[in-house]
């Protein structure tokens, strides 16, 4: 693809589909297609993954065993042997020869001609005199052309995509494309943050001369991806003229029963939220509210305050959770709550029978309250007045899931709650469009639930103490590991392995709750341990989120390496719900640091916002927010931790542009403007999709 450009291509724009390139025919551009690319200008955004530094050519003589090196040198043979599929390329320089292998590599053979000159890089290996790669990157040379050097651009590839191909097509295309991308930032913007301009960071992200080009084409692609969500957050905050929002009843006759129903009182951390949710929920403005709370924090107790006020005020009110198993455990609890209170709960899963009059009773408005899974997002479920939609765990939802609920009323009040812990300023940016409240704190009595690791060996000491606590009335759970492969049967099948194990053990009663079993079965075995008919809970990760039996003190996680820390938080949470001391045993044998550390974090840490910041440190945090690239925070290179100086920036930038021209009208801002709608259309910020 070296040749110059035809008179076809040379027509081409950014905004053109990559199909008209030649050399991507209907694979390559389903190939790309999977990765979101269709045009060129999509294809810009391409980022590598990182750089190799192919600056230096080792001559053949001084390389080392086992480093990892690039060649230069000229090709004297290649022999494909067609039994065994490999293709042997020897190469020599002035100083010694090298033999480069592949293996498969039938659609390679010929490009390697004898006499022609190959760049490779690759692994050395080196035994005496012979010297070997093994599947090296390479570049063959026809007579007169130069090898590409440098900062080489690794690409991330999807199906059949080749490294090389991807290589070359950037190679042409970049440098093309880029310069007829409009820069979207005005210049005076520009120079005041010091920033290059779009289309050389563009061309310097892919094909950087030195590494401090790189680094500045990277700030300047991370101030626009900050700017671009942090002017669609300011846009949607604007006050709405038109928007209806909704006034709840948060001081009415409903939410004062509730409260003195309860056997306790709110906690200091329960009684702030409460009060900021209150604020929200008496102002026209539809409230977009994201509650943080630690495992056992007590949420629920704020999510049914919430509700109420919808229900004091005639509105209706929804609870979305994201587990049959969790909506099922929260039904029960807010019938426990409300239905002395004279308030019905309706419940809505994908399959249950009744469900028909359930939502004939949302519709006409006959019932307020409805707890359920994403059935309630369903097009055939509707409501006469909704005024509150709640959604649990949150962090399992996507925004679009819950933009899809928010829009069976008019501009409801939303919460959202999850107990996973994320830093302010992470929040700010992820969950741009949502207000944060925090409940700091746990209900008194809780005692710290004492975690101890076992290795395999010591296994048996922990279900000693499982059995002296059985002996003395209390209960137990029993996780079973994560093994690879397909992991839910995996696991399923461990689960019943063990349950069949422990079933043995005199005087023990042993349930079984896996996500394969049906949910009335899954219910049922809930209730009996519940009703502490059983004494030990075998299962998989599915009792994660919401199980909440105050009588369970223990907790043995099989192969514990196996889970994430947030996991394990979720998981350890579940017990140490009552007053009585609980212990958690993990059970690994740890086979890296990083799981060794994770461990350790759990013995040493109770708090989630400290296991939180352990993760970080050891994973980054696109994992940590499970949103690794493409995800929900629209981020493909900032790294919102990393570059908190740029967020800032970004920020105040954004509001000294919303201030001087709150709709974007100008021409200046023209482009800044179709950024943003695309953002929106995108679902960064939820609330504009009402
Ligand atoms: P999470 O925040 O993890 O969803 P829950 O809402 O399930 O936590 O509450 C955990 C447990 O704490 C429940 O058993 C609940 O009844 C109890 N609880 C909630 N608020 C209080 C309080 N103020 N005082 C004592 N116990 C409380
Ligand atoms: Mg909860």
Redesign the pocket.
Known sequence: MAKGPTEQELELGPGDLVTKWPGIGYTRSQELESMGIRTFEDLLGLWPRRHEDRSVITPLGMLQDGETATIQGEIYNAHYDAGKKILRVQIMDRSAALTAIFFHATWIRRQFREGYHAVLSGKVEKRWTKITMAHPEFQVLAPGEHPYLGLVPIYPLSGSLKQNFLQRLMKDVVPRFAPQVPDPLPQALREQEGLSNRAMAIVHQHFPPDLPSREASRKRLVFDEFLRVALSVLIMHQADPNAPGMIQNPDGVLVKKFVES??????PG?IHVWKEIQKDLRSANPMARLLQ???????????VLTMLAAVDAGFQAAFMAPTELLAEQQWL?LRNFLTPLGVEVAFLTGRDRGADEYRAALKEGTMAVVVGTQALIADHVEFKRLGVVVI??QHRFGVKQRAKLSQKGEYPDMLV?T?TPIPRTLALTVYGDLEVSR?VG?????KPVETIHLTHRERRFAYQKVMNAVKQGDQAYVVCPLVGGDEEDTQVKAAVDLAEGMKKVPGWRVGLLHGKMPTKEKTLVMDQFRRKELDVLVATTIIE??V?V?NATMMVIEEADRFGLAQLHQLR?RIG??DKAATCFLIADAKTDQARERLEAMVRYQDGLKLAEEDLKLRGPGEILGMRQHGVTGFQLANPLKDLDLLQRARAAAREIIQKDPRLMSKEYHLLRHWVREALEEGIPAKVLH
């Not at 309860?262 to 906690?267: E, K, Q």
């Not at 709370?293 to 999510?303: L, N, Q, W």
């Not at 746990?442 to 809780?446: A, H, I, S, T, V």
Request: overall charge negative.
């Open positions: 309860l056997p306790y009182s709110l906690t329960q709370g630690d495992v056992g924090s007590g949420k629920t107790v704020i999510a609890v649990d765990e709650m107990a409940i746990l209900p008194p009595g809780r989120v919401g909440d105050p949470g719900r009552g």
